[in-house]
């Protein structure tokens, strides 16, 4: 099993949907979780930082980490086609490396 | 503009060349990383550096070296790389144990 699960996609939505992002992992000493969206050719960049359990909320991005069912969340509002990017989750425990998910791509049809 | 910067954006070179890659953080932080990302494929971590000491090399061929002079400065240098070494290499910086902040990558493109 790999350390964390990342459904790769293609995921086509409609503007304006609701997009659900997930991840599963199998460590449970995480305690860092991070949502980075990657454009093509580019660096990926930070979204959304959580630690620990609970939900975190951000305009039109919110963050779940429920730590029972090693599962977390992004979820995007109202997508638009500027949303269009691969999604990476990453996680990480106390000093030790981060590890990231294969990445999730997404695509937002006007 | 994130506060990793990263030189250059694109790099074409044989495999007899030798070149190297910058990156440079105005964040403070005390870590910094290089990993590859080829196509379809996840995150590859390379190497780690703490307080400019190297604390990770993930088994990564010797054609690869990297250098940390101080605490925002980071390179690798390539020689004699093969043509499956092209990707985008990342360089980040994090500030222990919190958030990773990435560049924008360097394509490289081995012929």
């Known amino acids: 099993q790999k350390e964390v699960e990342q459904d790769p996609g293609p995921l086509s939505v409609p503007e304006g949907a609701i997009v659900s992002l997930n991840c599963t992992y199998s460590n449970s000493a995480f305690q860092y979780f991070m949502w980075y969206r990657q454009y093509s050719r580019k660096g990926p960049e930070l979204l959304m930082y959580?630690?620990?359990?609970g939900n975190k909320e951000d305009g039109r991005f919110t963050a779940q980490v429920d730590k029972s069912s090693k599962y977390i969340s992004l979820f995007i509002r109202d997508s638009q086609p500027s949303d269009s990017a691969t999604y990476l989750c990453?996680?990480?425990?106390?000093?030790?490396?981060?590890?990231f998910g294969p990445g999730t791509r997404l695509s937002v049809l006007p | 503009e994130t506060g990793v910067t990263q030189t250059p954006r694109h790099l074409v070179m044989g495999m007899t060349n030798k070149k190297s890659l910058k990156c440079e953080q105005h964040?403070?932080?005390?870590?910094m990383y290089w990993y590859k990302q080829s196509a379809k494929k996840p995150l590859e971590l390379m190497f780690v550096?703490?307080?400019?000491?190297?604390?990770e090399n993930n088994s990564v061929p010797s054609r690869f070296s990297p250098e940390c002079p101080n605490s925002s400065h980071l390179f690798l240098h390539l020689h004699t790389l093969q043509p499956e070494d092209s990707a985008l290499y990342l360089c980040?910086?994090?500030?222990?144990?919190?958030?990773?902040?990435f560049g924008s990558g360097t394509q490289l493109s081995v012929l």
């Open positions: 980040a910086s994090s500030q222990e144990p919190e958030k990773l902040f």
């Open positions: 550096y703490n307080f400019k000491e190297q604390t």
């Open positions: 959580t630690y620990s359990s």
């Open positions: 990453a996680m990480r425990s106390y000093g030790q490396n981060f590890v």
């Open positions: 964040l403070g932080h005390n870590a």
